[in-house]
């Protein structure tokens, strides 16, 4: 679903979209622009990306485990 917004701005800068992005294309060009600072799923999708790769995840858990270590024996 789709919701209508008015928005204001400098003169210039209209034109400038409008000369850039072309006529019919700005609402599209301002959402791409806004989107990851309104919505989180880049985050959510990178990390189920980097799950999925079982040689890293396996790297990754080693090094953890061998960090649990070293606290062990950490001056305190």
């Known amino acids: 679903m789709q919701k ?19 006529r019919g294309k700005v609402s599209q060009f301002l959402e791409a622009l806004a989107r ?7 985050l959510d999708e990178g990390y189920q ?6 040689q890293r995840e396996t790297e ?3 090094w953890i485990n061998g ?5 062990a024996n950490a001056a305190r």
Not at 36 to 42: G, I, Q, S
């Open 49 to 54: 990306a980097m799950s999925k790769d079982l």
């Open 4 to 22: 209508r917004m008015t928005i204001t701005m400098d003169e210039a800068v209209y034109d400038g979209l409008l000369r850039v992005v072309g």
């Open 36 to 42: 990851p600072y309104v919505l989180d799923t880049a």
């Open 60 to 62: 990754a858990t080693e």
């Open 67 to 71: 960090l649990i270590g070293d606290a």
